[in-house]
């Protein structure tokens, strides 16, 4: 039931899980903001970018501290070649979005230091599960955006007693920092490693964030549905399957991400696939040799997947037009990165 | 900036403004919803059916009381084939919809009867003014839902003193009760025929609803930025422009409706287009000798108009698809309207 002309292989539905935790507040540790003032409004203008093709609200266009632009601008880039229907779930955005979002009412994310750090947990997850079952689609992919979504995905990874691995939006993933994180979270929240196996909600409410909950939740709605559902994304969708295997979910579940993801020696993603029984398709955008910002930074290590690049990478390959895509990216980036505002940084 | 592929003609993007207005609780003076309890439920179940193509949330699917379904079936099926990008802006719903909505924190309308119909009128209009002029696109339409919205655009009319015509979802206009109503809420605000000519946001505080405030705002805001702005609608609409009239925008202003409108003799809808010098186009969707219950209530003067109908045929003309339209329609039917649901009325 997709809008006409949507070409190639596509979903009818594209989702994103957009959220925000306290624990981005820590210095170091994500670089999907410029800043960590400027870290909390990143997901809100992901949202705006991939809905109008630009910031509407949001103050700027999330970029990393060196100035790599948020893979928003990728995803918005296949959207543009492709058509694909996109609807973003707030889920603890913490600035109004002028991109228009679903909202079920779900708050910030805690930091995770502290003994909760999602009190809702359990009402997220039935929220959202409800949301999904009930599309009249037949198959939709979800995918996340979330600073410091790699360091919850690694607190609950290691909750739920699976390989401890994630990758990063740094060149230099800062596994120490985020180890010693986790670590904080564990002893905050009581847990030991593997704790929370087979108890998916209770680890999301003690170490995770809110967009787990909100992605976890659509992951059982549109399976329970027979939907068929991918991921777009790396590690932390890893993360998301994880927990819906841990909620006893035994349906087909795929994973979509980069070539960047992919080629992080500290990821392991394809083991952490293969752990969670997920189908892992992995595409390269093609930006190597291209000398443009929009593109640079990612071949030099930054950013490496979000907000569905990964599977909207898979989707432009599966419609044979992925060669369209470093243009398009220019294209994008020419709109939404225009000389006075790279000025305003 | 289209996304790829959208066919034909069409806007860059199309914004609904929906809300709702406790003056819909008047009885006899909707159909848009089988009651008024199911009434308040119409403008979120319009956003959902034209995002998703079916309910999400919503408890039903919006039908007059005889069973005529919502013009946003119409629109749907013109979106499906015509692929055009689709935003909902909250102006004023009372249920959180299932759909994505931009929310600008605005309030459901008061009833007209009393003193104060919009007290945020002036808010919402700024809002909503920043909101279009910040697009990066170059084209854009509106339209509205708001149940009861034809009366509380006949009180602005005659607050602006435009000549005072309105359609109606009801086969026979109840322009009587529409006056008196109107008349209530002339003297409950101290305002007389004309009273707020060249003071637009006087004129919704006092009698108007939000939905025209939000709507207002986005053509005065598309208007500053050079942005060509189309209406898609019938009398409500038109309205509008003349508002935006009032306020001092000389800019192109046109609008689209159905054959429905401009077949009311109740509605004069080409002469107050003419007064609010807007362009006209009327589309016929060819729904004539359909026997189906989807398209039935059309031909028999339901529904007529709202969520864009009017401009989702005309956008169809110009693509050259009209013809496929009722088919679709069919198929959106068939999809909203399974028997387990109707038997549920």
């Known amino acids: 039931m997709a809008i006409a002309d949507s070409a190639g292989d596509t979903p009818d539905l594209v989702i994103l899980g957009a959220g925000t935790t306290q624990t981005a507040a820590i210095e170091g540790i994500s670089a999907a903001g410029a800043d960590p003032a400027l870290r909390v409004h990143t997901p809100s203008a992901d949202a705006e970018i991939v809905t109008y093709g630009d910031v509407a609200d949001a103050p700027t266009v ?29 889920a603890g955005l913490t600035h109004t979005a002028g991109a228009p979002t679903v909202d079920f009412g779900i708050d910030q994310g805690q930091d995770i230091r502290k003994a909760v750090a999602v009190p809702e947990a359990q009402a997220i997850v039935d929220r959202t599960r409800t949301y999904t079952r009930e599309l ?10 979330i600073p410091a979504g790699t360091t919850t995905a690694l607190a609950v990874l290691e909750a739920l007693g699976e390989r401890p691995v994630v990758s990063s939006s740094l060149p230099d993933n800062p596994m120490e920092q985020k180890r010693a994180v986790v670590e904080q979270a564990r002893t905050a929240s009581d847990i030991d490693a593997g704790d929370c196996s087979g108890s998916p909600i209770e680890a999301i409410h003690a170490v995770g964030d809110p967009v787990q909950a909100a992605v976890l939740g659509m992951l059982l709605g549109a399976t329970d549905a027979g939907i068929d559902v991918e991921c777009w994304g790396g590690t932390q969708v890893l993360t998301m399957i994880a927990l819906a295997r841990h909620a006893g979910c035994s349906a087909e579940l795929s994973a979509a991400t980069t070539s960047y993801v992919a080629g992080d020696d500290s990821a392991a993603v394809h083991a952490l696939a293969s752990d969670v029984d997920a189908a892992l398709t992995v595409t390269d955008p093609g930006f190597a040799g291209r000398d443009h910002p929009a593109m640079a930074g990612y071949e030099a290590g930054e950013a490496k997947e979000g907000v569905g690049m990964g599977g909207a990478l898979a989707a432009l390959d599966r419609a044979d037009k992925l060669s369209a895509l470093p243009d398009q990216v220019t294209t994008v980036y020419d709109r939404v990165c225009p000389p006075e505002v790279i000025d305003g940084h």
Chains 1, 2 share one sequence.
């Open 136 to 145: 009249s689609v037949d198959r939709i992919a979800v995918a996340e955006t």
């Open 62 to 90: 999330p970029v990393s501290p060196s100035g790599c632009p948020t893979p928003a601008v990728v995803t918005r880039a296949a959207r543009e070649l492709l058509g694909f229907e996109w609807v973003t779930v707030d």
